[in-house]
């Protein structure tokens, strides 16, 4: 074991900031602290950015009205939801601006707006309204006709969380971040710095040791386990919280068009109904605390809360048209509150911790609170006078009109060929982001850019041309390329090829 | 943008589409397209590599590329055009086509009537909802049976297959003879969904075993599949506790079903049975929009390939009928065209039949004012048949030309009219 540790404290690189983990949170403090004159490395231990939380969650842009008042957490969901259309409009980013509702369905509930509305306004979160339900029925006419009002906050909207990493940290790595990606923190470098502090000097990975003079720790689920190299234990904890979620097809005729919250309880916001980005319905989550925090799997139990807790808001659901199931898991903290800090025996580091709902929403004010951080932390900042705020999109061919269609594939004739036909994805969309700033590299990295595979047929059309695209473009075996993970690969041999286990295993 | 016309066009080349647009062809249609996604016709018949094919139409026992090979040559020979790697973006209710390809780009095609034959797609697990990971290793039958047949590559070595259709249980042993082990087949139903010669030739004969009144309830693995858990389910298909069981496996094919794929035709207003999922359809194969057809699975799903090919035919005949229809119609009308120092007239188009009946007027104001004498001359394919003489023309006073019932035999047949303003 020592053997293996020693290996990998060959010093690789110094820089002045390092941040462990690629997720939404972790890319959105790159592309902050690329404003100023730092030597940034942006580390994940996935072939892909946005592969833990930001992956699989219900992609609200929060309005702020709910976290508690004096809260960390209720402070910076105001400010970043704040900045981040602005954010968005500078990534080039997909956002809906619809505006969130929270459903009352009995005179208690709307006891419940009233509180909401009073702590959000306090809060400072602009244009709060209890609508009536008449006004909610019309909004929304699929909603439970019992609905006696609804806590309306224009601010609110649904959000690309996929988009919006791969985004912030493409913009990150044109201002001059590196990122690393299979790169897992094993470790830190700990050194003797003051009487009551130690210094954390650098991250000890599988790819060896990189020394910074700030290490920031955005590692989502795992913010525990890394404290617990450097010894540090929370009075909470931090488990992971299972939610799953059904997703409908796009041409569904009962349709919801905003975000639909049902009044909440002290443990959960409850199971929404609401849309993405790409206009699928979907449903979720359940909120389920559980060890393992590798355990997306989705269950019966969880499936029949999600249909049963859905009813509610919408009687007339039906799950004909259900095209997907999936979890995720968040990092859900005992306290309710985001934990972001230098802890006190410490120097040159940084902890991100609980950043669960409203993360999304929070994140530009995260980064600017992390900036501040790494300021006290000793360095020096000055803002280079060159960076680029914007990071150009590349073309959506099915948002473009027929004229801008045939034009690009005057230009570029792969955007002629269509490889995911529900969802109307180009072979150019898929080399575009093949070989992008942040590359895609895997199936579902590709997915996650393109949203192809996300229709109804699941896949079965695209998997075959993306596998002979993927393999074309890196330069690898068909049989290598996989689907998100190591171990994930799609193939295992050529035909005729006799199997290594022998024909009659 | 390339813009083309065509008598009809067949979307999908698989046996409903080669069908129709050679009886589309034979039932006189002039100019008649095949458009296909794919770089070769022939449709999901080319990965359909086993045998069983054409023994209602031919009387023999044909694989399917063998099948599709028959069509081809015959399309080829009656003069049908193909489209390769071109799908279709849209379709209209008023029949016109966006097509893109990466030779051509964005083509726009107006048709006298289309033939619908985009075939079925599979059944994926998500609408099955079936707990579990999401790892690699899940695969519908027919994507697995596109990897192993055209691709050349295996999708796994030991499998279980979901869901007893044809193409599941024809998997089942191809994927024998490549050598990989199909640990077994699981059907909710107290019966198999695909066909009973199917289960005898690809499951008894390999001694593949089939569990019925069973399902998958759980997929472990997170990488890639490792096992899945299967279960009895009873009356109410709901799984009994009790009778889980763990299968070690590295993949999941999926068999549980076609659905007529029919977005194209939701685009263009066709009326969809719930039932079968395909449009609504006349004896002729005509949908409710008037000139677009259907036939094959896009209408519902067939249990042998005769048939399809059969329902091709039947609406390629009556397609290519309709679209003589329309060319006649469209022959027979003139355009009326500003020539010289015209800005417009009216009317834009003019049926000689009309004419025949009683006179016509013609509307037109002039580009620029000519304070002296001029003629307003109306020519039919070059020649003057008629002139009018003014005084003036001013762009603020329309100028009338009326012609009359004498006329008609000096128009009849032509395909323009020609208005111009000349000096007297």
């Not at chain 1, 008042?69 to 601006?97: A, H, I, S, W």
């Not at chain 1, 404290?227 to 041409?251: P, Q």
Request: contains cysteine; neutral net charge; hydrophobic residues 40%.
């Amino acid at each position: 074991m020592d053997e293996i540790k020693e290996k990998y404290k060959e010093v690789k690189g110094k820089y002045d900031v390092i941040i462990i983990g690629a997720g939404l949170v972790g890319s959105i403090i790159a592309r902050w602290l690329s404003k100023y004159n730092l030597n940034i490395l942006l580390i994940d231990k996935e072939p892909d950015v946005s592969t833990g939380t930001s992956k699989a969650n219900t992609a609200i842009i929060h309005a702020g009205y709910d976290s508690p008042f004096g809260t960390l957490r209720g402070k910076l969901v105001v400010d970043g939801n704040r900045m981040f259309y602005q954010m968005c409009e500078e990534l080039e980013v997909p956002y809906k601006m619809c505006g969130t509702y929270v459903v009352a369905l009995t005179d208690e509930d709307i006891k419940t707006l009233e509180k909401l509305m009073e702590n959000g306004r306090k809060k400072g979160v602009p244009g709060l309204e209890i609508i009536s339900g008449e006004e909610m029925r019309h909004r929304e006419p699929y909603i439970n006709p019992d609905v006696k009002g609804a806590l309306y906050a224009p601010t609110g909207g649904i959000g690309d969380p996929f988009m919006l990493t791969v985004a912030a940290a493409e913009n990150a790595v044109m201002n001059g971040t590196k990122i690393l990606l299979e790169t897992k923190a094993l470790d830190f470098v700990v050194e003797p710095f003051s009487l009551h502090k130690k210094k954390v000097s650098g991250v000890v990975t599988n790819r060896g040791t990189f020394l910074a003079d700030v290490t920031i720790a955005s590692a989502g689920l795992y913010c525990d386990e890394l404290m617990e190299k450097l010894g540090i234990k929370y009075d909470f904890y931090v488990r992971a919280r299972k939610g799953e979620y059904y997703v409908f097809d796009k041409a569904k005729k009962l349709q919801v068009k905003t975000v639909l919250f049902p009044c909440p309880t002290p443990v959960t916001k409850g199971i929404l109904v609401t849309t993405t980005i790409h206009d699928n319905m979907i449903l979720g989550p359940t909120a389920k605390e559980i060890k393992d925090k590798e355990d997306t799997s989705v269950t019966p139990m969880g499936l029949e809360e999600l249909y049963e807790g859905a009813k509610r808001l919408v009687p007339k659901l039906e799950l004909t048209d259900v095209i997907r199931t999936f979890a995720g898991l968040r990092a859900g903290g005992f306290l309710h509150d985001f934990i972001i800090e230098a802890p006190p025996k410490y120097w040159g580091f940084i902890n991100l911790a609980g950043i669960e709902s409203p993360g999304m929403a929070s994140s530009a004010a995260i980064a600017e609170y992390v900036v501040n951080l790494v300021q006290e932390q000793g360095l020096e900042l000055r803002k280079k006078n060159n960076w680029n705020p914007i990071r150009k999109s590349r073309p959506d061919f099915s948002k473009l009109s027929l004229e801008e269609q045939g034009r690009l594939i005057e230009k570029n004739p792969l955007y002629g060929r269509i490889v995911c036909r529900c969802e109307i994805v180009t072979e150019g969309e898929i080399v575009a982001e093949i070989h992008a700033p942040i590359p895609a590299r895997t199936y579902d990295a590709i997915k996650r850019r393109t949203w192809l595979g996300t229709g109804r047929c699941q896949g079965s059309f695209d998997t075959p041309r993306v596998i002979e695209i993927l393999s074309r473009e890196l330069g690898i075996l068909p049989t290598d390329v996989i689907k998100e993970s190591k171990g994930s690969n799609f193939l295992t041999r050529l035909t005729k090829e006799v199997p290594e286990r022998g024909l009659n295993d | 943008m390339i813009e083309k016309r065509y008598d009809v066009v067949v979307i999908g080349s698989g046996p409903a589409g080669l069908a129709a647009a050679i009886a589309a062809k034979k039932a006189g249609a002039n100019d008649v397209v095949i458009i296909e996604r794919d770089i070769e016709l022939g449709g999901i018949l080319l990965q359909c590599i086993h045998n069983g094919f054409g023994i209602e139409i031919f009387e023999e026992d044909l694989t399917g590329p063998e099948y599709a090979h028959r069509f081809i040559v015959q399309s080829k020979d009656v003069g049908v055009e193909a489209l390769l790697d071109t799908m279709v973006l849209d379709l209209t209710p008023r029949r016109e086509i966006y097509a893109i390809n990466k030779r051509n780009g964005m083509i726009k095609i107006d048709v006298g009537a289309v033939v619908l034959a985009m075939g079925c797609r599979e059944r994926p697990r998500g609408a099955l909802a079936i707990p579990g990971y999401r790892p690699a290793g899940i695969y519908t039958a027919g994507t697995a049976q596109r990897l192993v047949n055209i691709e050349g590559y295996m999708p796994g070595e030991r499998f279980v297959i979901l869901g007893s259709g044809d193409i599941g249980m024809i998997m089942a042993r191809r994927l024998t003879f490549e050598g990989a082990k199909v640990e077994r087949m699981i059907e909710i139903l107290p019966y198999i969904s695909g066909l009973k010669r199917n289960y005898v030739q690809c499951l008894l004969d390999y001694d593949i075993p089939l569990q019925l009144k069973h399902t998958v309830i759980d997929i472990k693995g997170r990488d890639r599949v490792e096992a899945v858990v299967s279960a009895q389910v009873d009356e109410n298909w709901k799984p009994i506790p009790g009778t889980e069981d763990t299968i070690p496996c590295d993949t999941l094919l999926l068999s549980v079903g076609l659905i007529p794929e029919n977005e194209l035709s939701k685009k263009a207003g066709v009326e969809l049975d719930p039932l079968t999922g395909g449009p609504y359809v006349d004896e002729t194969m005509q949908t409710n929009v008037p000139g677009i057809f259907a036939a094959g699975n896009v209408v519902h799903v067939y249990d042998l390939v005769d048939w399809v090919t059969k329902a091709g035919f039947l609406a390629g005949r009556y397609a290519g009928k309709y679209a003589i229809q329309q060319r006649r119609e469209s022959e027979r009308k003139l355009r009326v065209i500003a020539g010289n120092n015209v800005h417009h007239v009216l009317p834009h188009i003019l049926d000689p039949l009309s004419l025949k009946r009683e006179p016509q007027d013609l509307q037109l104001r002039v580009q620029w004012p000519v304070e002296d004498r001029i003629w307003i001359n109306v020519e039919v394919d070059g020649k003057l048949i008629k002139q009018q003489a003014e005084r003036y023309a001013r762009p603020s006073e329309m100028i009338k030309v009326i012609l009359s019932p004498e006329d008609y035999k000096k128009v009849v047949g032509a395909k323009e009219l020609l208005i111009r303003v000349e000096e007297r």
